[in-house]
């Protein structure tokens, strides 16, 4: 992946419409700006613009809402509070086609709406823009960015923090275990729900007590009141849940099994196009169109029939002129002068051997068979297959989509929990019409605890019948527990020593002190890593300075992108903080060009100052500094580095 463009439209510091542009052929961009100019917005709008709510930098933003997040960023010195982000890029090298999406919001309204759009090849694809978040999620999973896309000085908290938490999460998300461990989160949650659906004393109690409530209530107006609010918050926190859900359905290709029988209807269609032209294609082939293949011949056909029939022409006017003379001169009583007729005849050449002998009405087709019918149809068949590639373009494309991997099973359970959360808000805005329709009468809040007697009567009855199927399934969900743990150490015990190598490779790299650490390993069950010198002995973590440890990190980082083989672009936000000068020199020169094959850095001057620009100048293909407005508050973008 390679990003061309990103655009920011009054998007958090960055006011009005700021555009970066990367042409150039080298990996590294360089984008220099003071604290609090815009870098870390530059990095956020980029996992903005490809995964939205499901974007880490959001997980981590501590907002409750994704509405909240993007509101958050709207710039406020524009009064049409309209933002958007956007950003162009290749998906790689063998696929010539640029993507653009597009996010856009207006921060003037309480309720965020956020509107995606996705053009694939300068043309909107309705696919991509219904489908964004699967599709992304299936190419670029966003559980990976991190390795690519990192804060330098988040880097450094990390290097100093003895648990070593956040590397083991970042450890198990390229092994795929973050998969086997959602599946077991799932598992018991199920476990822990269908456990209080079983029948028990309490239940009784509570019937009980609704029961006994019934005969006594008497509340006032203004409980009502109370429920209708505690009613709302409830729906919020509802609808909050279905928000993430439904983004979960929508990037596990939810959607898509919607629209497939729609697609395979369009697969369908343009089959049936492509089979029409390839017909037709046969019929043109087997009319006048292979003659094209001997057009020259034709041209020399028709030639030499007009000069033989030129001749035969003159041949039979220089017989009229002869016999004309003859007549003449016996009418008029002259001798005959042969040397005239010796003239004419000697003038036409009549003797011109007939090689086809091709009548007029022949050489008339023949020409306007050259000319007009097999020209149409060459301009047929030009058309005919130009559209056939086309469609053939179009059918490669919805094959590929069919192709997608999906878990029905997991998407109908995500639907059906969605659709009785969706019944469920349903029921209580339901519930808080009738509040206000019953507030003048105490009779309302009586009708409610009858119902919710009602439902736990049943819910009772209910445990009554489930019991035993809860008891065996609580069984089985503790035997596949089991399962998946084995199978979770199986797979971290082959994968970490590959890892652990990799990791060893990127830190000799990079270190100055080549004697200190000889080796790396990572332990395949707690995926702990551990330091080993050169005698075999281990170093113990508390004696790296912090540049030792942060250089760790940023191998570890760059190990990971390896082994986890997708081609991302890499994005560094203040690189080099805490590394002494022989370190950054290491990752300026052996790290920064060999990252990616594009490699953004964002930097203060006192990170990259001259001389390290210097260093890295050769690789430099795009140059950006952020320049701050303390009169407007607000962030522009100029060619060239800040030093420059």
Same mark, same amino acid.
């Given at each position: 992946?390679?990003?061309?463009?990103?655009?920011?439209?009054?998007?958090?510091?960055?006011?009005?419409?700021?555009?970066?542009?990367? +042409?150039?052929?080298?990996?590294?961009?360089?984008?220099?700006?003071?604290?609090?100019?815009?870098?870390?917005?530059?990095?956020?709008?980029?996992?903005?613009?490809?995964?939205?709510?499901?974007?880490?930098?959001?997980?981590?933003?501590?907002?409750?809402?994704?509405?909240?997040?993007?509101?958050?960023?709207?710039?406020?010195?524009?009064?049409?509070?309209?933002?958007?982000?956007?950003?162009?890029?290749?998906? /790689?090298?063998?696929?010539?086609?640029?993507?653009?999406?597009? *996010?856009?919001?207006?921060?003037?309204?309480? *309720? #965020?709406?956020?509107?995606?759009?996705?053009?694939?090849?300068?043309?909107?694809?309705?696919?991509?823009?219904?489908?964004?978040?699967?599709?992304?999620?299936?190419?670029?999973?966003?559980?990976? /960015?991190?390795?690519?896309?990192?804060?330098?000085?988040?880097?450094?908290?990390?290097?100093?923090?003895?648990?070593?938490?956040?590397?083991?999460?970042?450890?198990?998300?390229?092994?795929?275990?973050?998969?086997?461990?959602?599946?077991?989160?799932?598992?018991?949650?199920? #476990? *822990?729900?269908?456990?209080?659906?079983?029948?028990?004393?309490?239940?009784?109690?509570?019937?009980?007590?609704?029961?006994?409530?019934?005969?006594?209530?008497?509340?006032?107006?203004? +409980? #009502?009141? @109370?429920?209708?609010?505690?009613?709302?918050?409830?729906?919020?926190?509802?609808?909050?849940?279905?928000?993430?859900?439904?983004?979960?359905?929508?990037?596990?290709?939810?959607?898509?099994?919607?629209?497939?029988?729609?697609?395979?209807?369009?697969?369908?269609?343009?089959?049936?196009?492509?089979?029409?032209?390839?017909?037709?294609? @046969?019929?043109?082939?087997?009319?006048?169109?292979?003659?094209?293949?001997?057009?020259?011949?034709?041209?020399? @056909?028709?030639?030499?029939?007009?000069?033989?029939?030129?001749?035969? /022409?003159?041949?039979?006017?220089?017989?009229?002129?002869?016999?004309?003379?003859?007549?003449?001169?016996?009418?008029?009583?002259?001798?005959?002068?042969?040397?005239?007729?010796?003239?004419?005849?000697?003038?036409?050449?009549?003797?011109?051997?007939?090689?086809?002998?091709? /009548?007029?009405?022949?050489?008339?087709?023949?020409?306007?068979?050259?000319?007009?019918?097999?020209?149409?149809?060459?301009?047929?068949?030009?058309?005919?297959?130009?559209?056939?590639? +086309?469609?053939?373009?179009?059918?490669?494309?919805?094959?590929?989509?069919?192709?997608?991997?999906?878990?029905?099973?997991?998407?109908?359970?995500?639907?059906?929990?969605?659709?009785?959360?969706?019944?469920?808000?349903?029921?209580?805005?339901?519930?808080?019409?009738?509040?206000?329709?019953?507030?003048?009468?105490?009779?309302?809040?009586?009708?409610?605890?009858?119902?919710?007697?009602?439902?736990?009567? +049943?819910?009772?009855?209910?445990?009554?019948?489930?019991?035993?199927?809860?008891?065996?399934?609580?069984?089985?969900?503790?035997?596949?527990?089991?399962?998946?743990?084995?199978?979770?150490?199986?797979?971290?015990?082959?994968?970490?020593?590959?890892?652990?190598?990799?990791?060893?490779?990127?830190?000799?790299?990079?270190?100055?002190?080549?004697?200190?650490?000889?080796?790396?390993? @990572?332990?395949?069950?707690?995926?702990?890593?551990?330091?080993?010198?050169?005698?075999?002995?281990?170093?113990?973590?508390?004696?790296?300075?912090?540049?030792?440890?942060?250089?760790?990190?940023?191998?570890?980082?760059?190990?990971?992108?390896?082994?986890?083989?997708?081609?991302?672009?890499?994005?560094?936000?203040?690189?080099?903080?805490?590394?002494?000068?022989?370190?950054?020199?290491?990752?300026?020169?052996?790290?920064?060009?060999?990252?990616?094959?594009?490699?953004?850095?964002?930097?203060?001057?006192?990170?990259?100052?001259?001389?390290?620009?210097?260093?890295?100048?050769?690789?430099?293909?795009?140059?950006?500094?952020?320049?701050?407005?303390?009169?407007?508050?607000?962030?522009?973008?100029?060619?060239?580095?800040?030093?420059?």
């Amino acid at each position: 992946m390679k990003i061309k463009r990103l655009t920011l439209h009054n998007f958090g510091v960055y006011a009005g419409t700021n555009v970066f542009s990367f +042409e150039g052929m080298k990996p590294i961009v360089l984008i220099g700006g003071l604290n609090g100019r815009g870098k870390t917005t530059f990095l956020e709008a980029i996992l903005l613009s490809l995964y939205g709510a499901n974007s880490f930098a959001y997980r981590e933003s501590g907002y409750t809402t994704y509405g909240q997040y993007l509101k958050s960023y709207v710039n406020q010195n524009d009064a049409s509070f309209d933002t958007f982000v956007e950003m162009e890029f290749l998906m /790689s090298k063998d696929d010539a086609d640029i993507y653009k999406v597009r *996010r856009s919001w207006n921060g003037a309204t309480q *309720r #965020i709406h956020e509107i995606v759009e996705v053009e694939k090849a300068g043309i909107r694809d309705d696919f991509l823009t219904k489908n964004w978040g699967m599709f992304i999620e299936n190419v670029l999973p966003s559980a990976l /960015s991190s390795f690519f896309f990192f804060d330098g000085e988040k880097i450094a908290e990390l290097a100093v923090d003895n648990t070593d938490e956040q590397l083991k999460d970042s450890i198990r998300s390229m092994l795929g275990l973050s998969v086997l461990d959602r599946l077991s989160g799932d598992i018991q949650r199920t #476990i *822990r729900r269908n456990n209080k659906q079983l029948i028990n004393n309490s239940d009784l109690v509570e019937v009980e007590k609704s029961q006994k409530q019934k005969s006594e209530l008497n509340q006032k107006l203004e +409980e #009502i009141d @109370v429920r209708i609010l505690e009613l709302d918050e409830e729906i919020n926190q509802l609808e909050e849940a279905n928000e993430k859900e439904q983004l979960r359905y929508s990037t596990h290709g939810g959607d898509i099994v919607a629209q497939r029988h729609e697609i395979l209807e369009k697969r369908a269609v343009i089959k049936e196009k492509i089979n029409q032209i390839e017909q037709r294609l @046969v019929e043109i082939s087997s009319q006048s169109l292979p003659l094209m293949l001997i057009g020259d011949l034709i041209d020399d @056909v028709i030639s030499c029939s007009k000069e033989e029939q030129e001749a035969i /022409s003159m041949k039979m006017v220089a017989g009229r002129i002869n016999s004309l003379y003859k007549q003449y001169a016996k009418e008029k009583g002259v001798p005959v002068d042969r040397k005239f007729l010796n003239y004419v005849n000697s003038s036409i050449k009549g003797d011109r051997p007939i090689v086809y002998g091709i /009548s007029s009405h022949v050489l008339f087709d023949i020409e306007n068979l050259k000319s007009s019918r097999m020209e149409l149809e060459i301009q047929q068949a030009h058309q005919m297959l130009k559209e056939y590639n +086309e469609l053939i373009k179009q059918l490669n494309d919805i094959e590929s989509y069919l192709t997608v991997d999906i878990n029905e099973k997991e998407l109908s359970d995500l639907f059906k929990s969605i659709k009785e959360r969706e019944q469920v808000i349903l029921s209580k805005k339901v519930e808080i019409g009738q509040l206000r329709q019953e507030r003048a009468s105490v009779n309302g809040e009586c009708i409610r605890v009858t119902s919710e007697l009602g439902r736990m009567t +049943e819910k009772m009855l209910t445990g009554l019948e489930t019991k035993d199927d809860n008891e065996r399934y609580f069984k089985y969900s503790q035997m596949a527990l089991r399962v998946i743990e084995n199978y979770t150490y199986r797979l971290q015990e082959r994968k970490t020593r590959q890892l652990a190598e990799q990791i060893t490779t990127c830190y000799k790299t990079l270190a100055s002190k080549k004697n200190l650490i000889n080796q790396v390993l @990572v332990d395949p069950a707690s995926l702990v890593m551990s330091y080993i010198d050169y005698d075999g002995e281990e170093v113990p973590k508390t004696s790296l300075s912090a540049g030792e440890k942060q250089l760790m990190v940023i191998s570890i980082l760059w190990a990971l992108a390896i082994c986890s083989k997708k081609k991302l672009p890499v994005i560094i936000d203040t690189p080099l903080s805490r590394l002494d000068s022989n370190h950054r020199k290491a990752i300026i020169k052996k790290y920064f060009p060999k990252a990616s094959e594009q490699t953004i850095i964002l930097s203060t001057d006192s990170e990259i100052d001259q001389s390290y620009y210097e260093m890295m100048k050769k690789n430099v293909g795009d140059e950006y500094t952020l320049e701050y407005d303390d009169e407007n508050k607000c962030t522009t973008i100029k060619k060239g580095y800040l030093i420059g």
